[in-house]
């Protein structure tokens, strides 16, 4: 089992920039998966990053088309953690923002951190 925590979400203007982070409770470095994905209120979760074991430490990353170019997801494996770094941010990118890592098979999710885009 893993416990993940995410932390960093808030309110930003449009244009400006947030960091998550997501703190898991034991090493990460043999995930299968770990990212992030989010959800707003009548749709489903989506993917926004997430990294994928090439088994060793090679990881493949994957981006939604919609935030390419714009987020950065980045890992500290001594830290036991994932970080989602935002710019540019627009009002499209409200949502419920979840952290996922799947060790072996089964996967678990965080509580969430609510990202606000507003003027």
Not at 54 to 60: E, L, S, V
Not at 65 to 90: C, E, H, P, W
């Amino acid at each position: 089992q893993v416990q993940l925590v995410e932390s960093g979400g808030g309110l930003v203007q449009p244009g400006g920039s947030l960091r998550l982070s997501c703190a898991a409770s034991r090493s990460i470095v043999s995930f299968e998966a770990m990212g992030w994905y989010r959800q707003v209120p009548g749709k489903e979760r989506e993917l926004v990053a997430g990294f994928t074991s090439g088994g060793g430490r090679n990881y493949a990353i994957k981006y939604a088309g919609s935030v390419k170019g714009r987020f950065t997801i980045s890992r500290d494996n001594a830290k036991n953690t994932v970080y989602l770094q935002m710019n540019s941010l627009k009002p499209d990118d409200t949502a419920l923002y979840y952290c996922y890592a799947q060790p072996v098979g089964m996967g678990y999710w965080g509580k969430g951190t609510l990202v606000t885009v507003s003027s």
